[in-house]
């Protein structure tokens, strides 16, 4: 079955997305996603303000830069989320872009090697293991969450390109993929994935009008392998009920 979502991008103001998250939740909205973009709003205190807001919708972050966070750190915010609000996150890592990383100093040379390695130790850690390791970029002696999550909550990875689509079939539970995919790209993604028919095919769609998010529109994505489909709406656009009433009626 199908997911619908909306995204609720950075550009709007923190202290609006309480309001429209609500809107989304009252209006039956399966998803909402997050956006961790430089240097917008945080990506975990967001989706924690969003959960703590509403009754039921669902939370994706998609997706958090891995060159910015200590793996443990990610760990312990993830599990606190996942035991406070269990079964409504998921979370989305990815590369990060790379400009941003250098302008923070946390660009690295081999992106790819840190998101298998944080993927691997994430995994672990959120399964309540004590985990040992030395990578390249990630070192942890004896690690072991206190409060692991009773649920640990499904981890995906953001990707364009075939060796971290083939990565993130290896490593995770879904694929996050950017609204400049066509369904032809979902298709070919997918080859490259080889996730099985269990992992899931998250892609935004950019939703400027009607037609993006009209019925053939949609179904051409699904058809395509598409699991998840998430609204994404022009970076000015502050009312969102229009889409966040599609989502509803494409989820019944």
């Known amino acids: 079955m199908t997911r619908f ?10 202290e609006t997305i309480v309001g429209s998250a609500r809107a989304a939740d009252a209006a039956g909205v399966d998803e909402i996603w997050l956006w961790e973009d430089c240097f917008f709003s945080g990506g975990i205190s967001m989706a924690a303000t969003v959960l703590a807001s509403t009754e039921s919708v669902n939370v994706g972050i998609g997706v958090l830069p891995t060159p910015l966070r200590n793996v443990a750190a990610t760990a312990m915010e993830i599990a606190t989320l996942a035991r406070l609000h269990p079964g409504r996150l998921r979370v989305g890592l990815g590369h990060g872009v790379q400009s941003w990383m250098g302008q923070v100093g946390a660009r690295v040379q081999s992106p790819l090697t840190l998101l298998r390695e944080q993927m691997d130790a994430l995994t672990k850690l959120l399964a309540g293991e004590t985990v040992d390791v030395r990578g390249r970029y990630v070192v942890l002696d004896s690690v072991k969450l206190d409060w692991p999550p009773m649920q640990p909550p499904p981890l995906l990875v953001g990707a364009t390109g075939p060796k971290t689509l083939a990565l993130s079939g290896q490593t995770s539970v879904g694929t996050i993929l950017t609204s400049s995919t066509t369904p032809d790209q979902v298709r070919d993604a997918i080859a490259h994935i080889d996730g099985g028919p269990d992992h899931d095919i998250v892609v935004y769609i950019a939703a400027v009008d009607q037609s993006d998010v009209a019925d053939e529109n949609i179904a051409r994505f699904v058809t395509a392998g598409t699991g998840t489909v998430v609204f994404e709406p ?19």
């Open 234 to 252: 022009a970076p000015d656009r502050v009312d969102l009920g229009d889409l966040f009433r599609r989502a509803a009626e494409l989820r019944s």
């Open 5 to 14: 979502g909306v995204v609720l991008r950075p550009e709007l103001p923190p």
